[in-house]
Structure formats: C-alpha cells, structure tokens
C-alpha cells in the first residue's frame, strides 16, 4: 500500500514527520518518519493511531444548524449555501447595526501549520473585525527570555547531547519533549546528572537523579539564591559577564540579600540544596537548563524567565556546546512571509483588540463598549482551555450572540454554537510547517479527500468571502496555490537550501536548517542585558506572584495521553489517563482529613470542581496540581479546572495566568 510523507499539526515543539500509509480513501496506518531530521522516527502514542481520530465514527460531516437551546447539543443538517448564507447574513447585519467591532475571531492551536491556523486573519482584516491578542500559551516566557537575550538563539534540543549537566526547570518533557527524553536516559547511561525543578514532579521523577520541588510561583527567588552562591564564592564567570553582558556589576552588588536561607523562605527548597545545586551547576563545564513555560504563566512570569535566563548566562555555558537554555527561542530564521497568509494590508482601521485569555470578559462586555455579537472559532475549544470557564458558558449562552465553530467532534464550546462548520484533519489538506522548538521546517500534501462535506480552514474563509461580497484575488484561489507562492518566495531561512532540501518541502517532509550562533547576541547592544534600561523595572529582582487568599496553590500540568484538548474522541486515551485527579501532599490531605481516591471538591471565588484526590509527595507542600484537560460530561459537577483560573495576566507578554490561582480543598 502506497507511503506518503505528512506531518503532526498539534501544539508541539517537535512538529514530527509522519510516514501515512493509504489506499486513496482511508489512512490505515501512521508511524514516525525515521528520516524526520528532529523525531527520528520517535512519535507519541496519540498520534500512532492517528487513523483512529480521522476515521472516527464520532466526526461532524456536515454542517449544523442549533435547534435547541444552546449547549444541549440538538442539531440538524444543513448545506453549505445555506451555512454561509446565515454566517453572512449575521455579520453583515453585526457590521450595519453595531459596527465591525462587534465580530471576534477567535483561535489558537488546534491546528498549528502556517496557513490553515493563520488564513482567517485575511477575511477579518478585510472586514476590520476585533483583533485577537493571541497570549494563551507562553509569551510571558518569550518576552522574558527576549529582555535579556533579545533574538538571540538558544540550543535547539538536538544539542543537548553536548551537555553535561541538564537542569529541567518546569517541564515535564515526558509529555512535551518527548524526542529530547533519550538524549537524558542516555546521558543518565554516561554518568550526566539530571536535576528536576518542578512544583510537580510527576512522570518526570523517575528520569531524573534529584528532584526539588518548588513552591508555584517562586522560581525566581530559586534562580536568585543560586546566583547569590556563584557570586559569594566567586564561581560566576567574571570575565565572561564583563564582556559579554550589560549590568553584571550593577545586578552583582543586588545580590546580597538573596541569600538560600532566604530563598528557603520564599520556594521551600531547603537552603543546603540551593547551595549545592548552585556549586554543581558552576562545575559543569556545559551544563543546559531545559526550561518549561508553566513557570512562565504568573503574574511574575516574565520577571521569572528574566532570572532564569541570566542564570544560564552566569557560568559562561553559553560559549561551548551543549551549555546555556533549551525551551526558548531555538533561533530559527523566518522561513515564509506569514503576511502572505494573514494579509494585514486589507485591514484599514485598527479593530479593538482582545485578548485571548480574557474571552469572558470581553463577552459580557463593558459599559458603553461595543458588544461582540458574532463570535467566529475555529483551532480552539476555549470552554475547556481558556481561564473562568463558568464566565465563558454565561458569554456564549447569551442568545444575542451569534456563534460559529469549526469542528470535528462534537466539543463542549461546539455545544454552544448556532452553526457548526465541518472541519478537516492534516491528511484532508494542505499546508506548511514551522516547528516553534526546533530549527526545522516542513509541507505536507493532502493525502485523502476529506469526508462527507468537511472543507479545510481555508476553504471555508474562502466561501465565508465570496459571500460577504469580497472579490479580492487572495480568496479565489486554492491552499495549495497559496502553499506554492509561499515557498516560491521564501524569506531568509529558506535562502540557502540544498536541491535535496527543496525537493523535499516540493513533495512533502521536513527539513533541518542550521543551529543558531549562540554568543551572536542578538539585542540591541549586541550583549546580554541583565540590566535592560528600556524596561519598566531595569534591573531584575524578585516579584511576587498574584496569589489568592486561599490556602493551596493551584497548577495545571500536561497529559501524556492528551494535548489540550484534543484527542478526546479517543477513547483508549481517555480511559488509560483516568478520573479528573487533583494531586494533593499528604500532609495538606492529612489535615483535610483526605485519602487516596476520595472524591473531593476545590473551590475558589470563581467556582467549585470536583476531583478524584491523588495523594502523591511528588506535588510541592502547600499546591495541588490538575494535569490534562477533560469534557464536561467526564466531570462530576461539569466544572473543568478553568473553572478555577482567573483572567488576570502575567507581568510581561500579556499572558495567561493560569498556574497562578490559589484554591481550598473539601471532602
């Protein structure tokens, strides 16, 4: 049976290739593409059965009309005319009665290849639509790292079989890093330390050799102490920080009062463990920190990241291979011109901007402010993903608020929607890919036809445009002409391919393109900032997080048998991960009078979930930790843990918050 070349569209760092296996109609099997320059052949076990989600007998096929009441989920059948009829009809009476103010798109990473997530942008510009301010992930994190770094490029995850010392601060790579794992299990083999900094350690406790659990929220005041270390017994790298970076003296002379006792205080990592780890992290000659993004997603994530960074700076490990930071920008070099996809030169007025994290508020809206009363989604299941679910349900249930979802399965956000759109998966389209954790770069061709009445993203804006009257050539043409303009007029990291390397990306698969130059510090000195005077506070210090009043810190950790949202049509996934699980420290459950397996309830000023307890001492004393996301139906009360996440953002990057809530727990 014929073998195409495709690629994984999920949110990922590794943006894996894929080798399908296909008679024409159906996909019958899919495995790692052992010629894949970063998987090697190495996939997850959600996509090994990726043929089991495409052929699902659970798929939308058809558009839908609601004929109940919203989130009952009673719907019929309808054509395509008379979908983008209705579409067309409401937003073109939105834009008459209330202005174009009033239509929000709204997606994220549901599907993350370039033109499929990003061609909506075109149509909403065109119509001048609310802009989405797109920070659900880990911004915070980018504009951290960018304070000190700025474009600078970190190790790309392949390099760490040059380290000699890995530090995993916050991720658990289990779940999303999974082709870095064997460089630690072999590296463990070789006599490589591995040290887990996490406020869960979880899976990720078995790979490593010592793990120090962190109280949510105090990374920084952690990174800080081990600095104070290498600066009081003189293990810093003076030389390299007086003539690679901007402020080392400055930031030196702040360092006093971080002392590890103090720091002790603060993230509950005991001051003897601070000081040794600080000791071994200078005896390392190219000792890497793999940096998560749940540490990030605080109201002092950014200023955490800021710290962590010049961390990695502080030993001079980023001048040999395989030292300095994993996790941020792997300094690839833009690859297409994305303004070919989104088209911001259609947009003639600016559009009131929302963010992403703040969809209940923008829903119920503000005195005085334009009403949104067409909401357009699609790559995004914001009832179970987005912060203060129970705000996002009472927003949607609005019935002045016209609805549309692109979908597969039937979600708990689908529930909600006046029309539902039939979507397509990977194989039924085509596209290119940019991976966010490796310099790599791919296309993929559509290898199927796509079921039933099911069209491509941009297909779909295509038809929505034709219907609100645009005759612009951008929406009269295919993806793959698209896909073809954007490879046929690369941007710098595509200059310099091999014949080889363009055949591929001609028929499909991805390819490698170099490593950045680590000490080609790419700001605007032309140094490391550890003092950047353009900021609002200059010299890093420690902040405080949001915090609550409650007396359990609540963090959301991922799953290994799902992603976001997605792959819950799969029910051998869902069933292996089990219950909604609340991981609890035995001694918060013996205080609370609760064991192992208990049913039990966390509440906040938001709302009330109910859990499973998990009582495990792999969670940090005084945290509770919610790994995955699930359906409501999957939950006792149907509250999800965004129940529990407030709308605040962090301190840089406008990000979410959503390891920052404090809860209380009851039987």
Same mark, same amino acid.
């Given at each position: 049976m014929p073998i195409y070349k495709s690629i994984c569209p999920y949110d990922c760092p590794t943006t894996c290739g894929l080798l399908v296996e296909s008679d024409g109609a159906q996909i019958t099997k899919v495995k790692g593409d052992p010629d894949d320059p970063v998987c090697a052949g190495l996939i997850c076990r959600k996509m090994q059965?990726?043929?089991k989600s495409i052929h699902s007998p659970d798929r939308i096929l058809t558009p839908l009309k609601r004929t109940g009441n919203k989130r009952e989920?009673?719907?019929?059948?309808?054509?395509?005319?008379?979908?983008?009829e209705t579409i067309t009809g409401k937003w073109k009476q939105a834009?008459?009665?209330?202005?174009?103010d009033s239509i929000l798109p709204f997606y994220y990473s549901g599907v993350m290849s370039l033109i499929q997530r990003n061609?909506?942008?075109a149509l909403f510009n065109k119509m001048g639509s609310c802009q989405l301010i797109k920070t659900l992930c880990s911004s915070a994190k980018s504009a951290g790292y960018q304070c000190v770094m700025g474009n600078t490029g970190g190790l790309d995850p392949r390099e760490l079989a040059d380290s000699d010392l890995y530090l995993v601060w916050g991720s658990n790579m289990k779940a999303t890093r999974l082709q870095s794992m064997p460089d630690l299990v072999k590296g463990?083999?070789?006599?490589k330390r591995v040290i887990l900094i996490e406020s869960f350690a979880g899976e990720m406790a078995q790979y490593s050799d010592q793990v120090l659990l962190v109280k949510p929220g105090t990374d920084g005041a952690l990174a800080l102490a081990m600095m104070h270390v290498l600066v009081k017994e003189g293990l810093e790298d003076t030389d390299f920080l007086q003539n690679e970076a901007i402020g080392y003296a400055e930031f030196k002379d702040t360092l006093g009062k971080y002392t590890p006792e103090w720091a002790e205080t603060v993230c509950g990592v005991p001051a003897q463990d601070i000081?040794?780890? /600080? #000791?071994?992290?200078?005896?390392?000659?190219?000792?890497?920190?793999?940096?998560?993004s749940g540490n990030s997603r605080y109201g002092n994530g950014g200023m955490t990241v800021r710290l962590i960074t010049i961390l990695s700076a502080f030993t001079g490990a980023w001048q040999r291979p395989g030292g300095g930071l994993c996790g941020c920008n792997p300094g690839m070099r833009e690859c297409i011109d994305a303004t070919r996809i989104s088209r911001p030169d259609l947009r003639e007025r600016a559009g009131r901007k929302v963010n992403i994290n703040q969809l209940a508020m923008a829903l119920k809206g503000e005195e005085g402010q334009t009403p949104i009363r067409c909401l357009h989604i699609y790559g995004s299941n914001p009832v179970g993903s987005v912060s203060n679910q129970l705000g996002i349900e009472q927003g949607l249930a609005d019935p002045e608020l016209f609805t549309v979802v692109h979908e597969r399965f039937?979600?708990?956000? /689908? #529930?909600y929607a006046d029309i539902i759109l039939p979507a397509t998966f990977s194989v039924e389209q085509s596209d290119c890919y940019s991976a966010y954790g490796y310099c790599s770069f791919g296309a993929a061709y559509k290898i199927i036809p796509a079921p039933g009445e099911c069209k491509s993203n941009w297909d779909i804006f295509c038809r929505l445009a034709k219907g609100m009257g645009f005759t612009d050539s951008h929406f009269q043409r295919s993806e793959e002409d698209l896909l073809a303009e954007l490879l046929d007029n690369p941007m710098a990291g595509l200059q310099n391919l091999t014949p080889v390397q363009r055949e591929v990306l001609k028929t499909g698969g991805m390819i490698s393109l170099p490593f950045a130059e680590h000490t080609d510090w790419?700001?605007?000195s032309r140094k490391i900032e550890i003092i950047n005077k353009s900021l609002k506070d200059p010299v890093p210090h420690y902040q405080e997080c949001h915090g609550g009043s409650y007396s359990l810190r609540l963090i959301a950790v991922p799953s290994t048998e799902t992603l976001n949202s997605v792959f819950l049509e799969r029910e051998e996934l869902v069933q292996s991960r089990g219950p909604m699980y609340l991981d609890i420290h035995p001694d918060d459950a013996a205080v609370r009078s609760i064991a192992d397996g208990d049913s039990i309830v966390a509440y906040n000023d938001l709302g009330e979930v109910e859990f499973t307890a998990r009582v495990t001492p792999q969670v940090a004393k005084g945290a509770v930790a919610a790994a995955g996301i699930f359906m409501r139906r999957q939950s006792g009360n149907g509250n999800l843990v965004n129940t529990l996440h407030h709308e605040r953002l962090s301190d840089m990057g406008e990000a979410t918050t959503l390891n920052d809530n404090t809860v209380e727990v009851r039987i």
């Open positions: 059965r990726y043929e989920g009673r719907f019929e059948s309808i054509s395509w005319d008379e979908a983008v834009l008459d009665d209330y202005g174009p061609c909506g942008d463990r083999k070789q006599g000081s040794e780890l /600080a #000791r071994e992290y200078s005896a390392a000659f190219a000792p890497a920190i793999i940096l998560g039937m979600t708990d956000t /689908a #529930r790419q700001t605007p």
